[in-house]
């Protein structure tokens, strides 16, 4: 699927040496964005900076966007940029959060390209899994909280592009994709 318009470069993130610093440049975006009625989403890897080559990271980039348009209605308003991550694609869709936020959970647990994608709802309000009642998504090398295993540096940065890349052979060079069961839409 190609992007709707060039990818914009998010400005100055050379000079901004922190992920902070680059995530408040984002945030912005996501503001301009934002359409009244809407709901935001950032779509983003989430595999280590660097992980893949410029081409596999926006083949993974236009799957994953292309998977969460079908779960979703056409977007209103879409960007894509090239960050210090990888491509991230901000859409304002014109339905209500937890929906959205729904057909990001869809994504993300439907296949491997969906487990090395982060859908977030970031606008009008944030959304996280645990204010839905739901378990923190696995880790890509075991299957404890990913956020608990990247909080304790559990995982090599070796050991965690060695996963990320066995999905990614998964996504597009294995046999077809046997997904965990989705989500029911509410
Ligand atoms: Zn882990």
Redesign the pocket.
């Known amino acids: 699927m190609p992007p709707s318009r060039d990818p914009v470069p998010l400005p100055s993130w050379g000079s901004a040496h922190t992920l902070l610093a680059w995530r408040d440049l984002l945030d912005a975006e996501c503001r301009k964005v934002h359409r009244a009625g809407c709901t935001t989403i950032a779509v983003s890897p989430r595999s280590p900076a660097g992980a893949f080559t410029p081409s596999q990271a926006w083949r993974l980039h236009h799957a994953a966007v292309g998977r969460l348009r079908s779960l979703l209605v056409p977007s209103r308003e879409r960007r894509t940029y090239r960050t210090p991550l990888g491509p991230v694609t901000v859409l304002a869709v014109p339905v209500e959060a937890h929906r959205a936020k729904s057909g990001c959970l869809r994504l993300e647990e439907r296949d491997a390209v969906g487990e090395l994608t982060d859908a977030d709802v970031v606008l009008p309000v944030q959304l996280r899994r645990w204010e839905l009642g739901l378990p923190p998504r ?7 909280p ?1 956020k ?2 990247i909080a304790l540096r ?2 090599s940065r070796q050991s965690v592009v060695v996963a990320a890349h066995l999905r990614f052979a998964r996504a597009f060079d294995g046999p077809p994709d046997t997904a965990r069961p989705s989500l029911p839409m509410p």
């Open positions: 696995p880790c890509l090398v075991c299957d404890a990913a608990r295993c559990r995982h």
